[in-house]
Nanobody, 122 residues
Framework: QAQLVESGGGLAQPGGSLRLSCTAS????????MGWYRQAPGKQRELVAD???????NYADSVKGRFTVARDNAKNTVYLQMNSLKPEDTAVYFC????????????????WGQGTQVTVSS
């Protein structure tokens, strides 16, 4: 088993910044994709950004140019730098990690963080 621990959410003013972190621990042999999703009240969970093991990234159109996803493989950690925040960015943010537990694993295992609240309001 693996565990994900998120941190960094909170309250920000419009135009402000926040940085989220998510660290995987436990039985982790190799991490493939790492990403961030969000879910606003009454809405479905949506992809915000993800980053693959080769460093390639993918962003939702709504956050392009404002958010940056990065990873530190030595620390099994993924980050989301959120700049120029808008009220519509308010949501619970979840990290998701696809990993192998051992070098014998044949399939990827997906884990979700517990979620961290991001509120953008003046």
């Amino acid at each position: 088993q693996a565990q994900l621990v998120e941190s960094g959410g909170g309250l920000a003013q419009p135009g402000g910044s926040l940085r989220l972190s998510c660290t995987a621990s436990g039985s982790v042999f190799s991490i493939r994709a790492m990403g961030w999703y969000r879910q606003a009240p009454g809405k479905q969970r949506e992809l915000v950004a993800d980053i693959d093991s080769d460093g390639s990234t993918n962003y939702a159109d709504s956050v392009k140019g404002r958010f940056t996803v990065a990873r530190d493989n030595a620390k099994n950690t993924v980050y989301l730098q959120m700049n120029s925040l808008k009220p519509e960015d308010t949501a619970v943010y979840f990290c998701k990690v696809d990993l192998l537990h051992t070098n014998y694993d044949l399939v990827l295992h997906s884990y979700w963080g517990q979620g961290t609240q991001v509120t953008v309001s003046s």
